[in-house]
């Protein structure tokens, strides 16, 4: 019997070393958002999801997506944001494995991301439509710097792992 790499990444001690650090690291990242002149803040933790899902795939992704967002989840009471986190690093490394670039993997999956923020956050978490209207501007704008941040550091990064 052949082994079958279901994962669609090489598992070693780097790898899931490095994993296990990109899952956690947005937890440290949520606690910081950094201003703009335009009223709305840029939040930080999206650097490290976007670079397991280039990295590692859709799993990868999701993984850094939802283990990365207990912090905030547990802070805001609001369980529905590790969902959404998901679904945003699972499209992002779907995309990109799919042969799209970084910022255009981003961007779709944040698309798809979107229905399930207004939702949850709306009619689940009860938060008003104007606060997650600025919710939705800020991470569109948060996504797509530090999607341009990942599509610049994402090789250095994989090339330590493998």
Do not use: C
């Amino acid at each position: 019997m052949e082994y079958k790499n279901i994962l669609g990444f090489e598992v070693n001690y780097k790898t899931i070393s490095m994993l296990i650090f990109l899952a956690i690291l947005p937890n440290l990242l949520g606690m910081i958002n950094l201003p703009t002149v335009f009223g709305f803040k840029i939040h930080t933790f999206q650097i490290a999801i976007f670079l397991a899902a280039a990295i590692y795939g859709p799993l990868g992704g999701a993984i850094s997506g939802g283990i990365g967002s207990m912090y905030t989840a547990f802070a805001m009471k609001n369980p529905y944001i590790a969902i959404g986190n998901i679904i945003l690093g699972f499209g992002a490394g779907f995309f990109i494995r799919r042969g799209f670039g970084i910022i255009q993997s981003v961007l779709m999956a944040y698309a798809i991301q979107m229905p399930w923020l207004y939702l949850t956050d709306v009619f689940l978490a009860g938060m008003p439509h104007s606060l997650v209207a600025n919710i939705m501007i800020a991470l569109f704008f948060s996504n797509l710097v530090w999607a341009a941040v990942a599509k610049y550091t994402h090789k250095p990064l994989k090339q330590v792992v493998e």
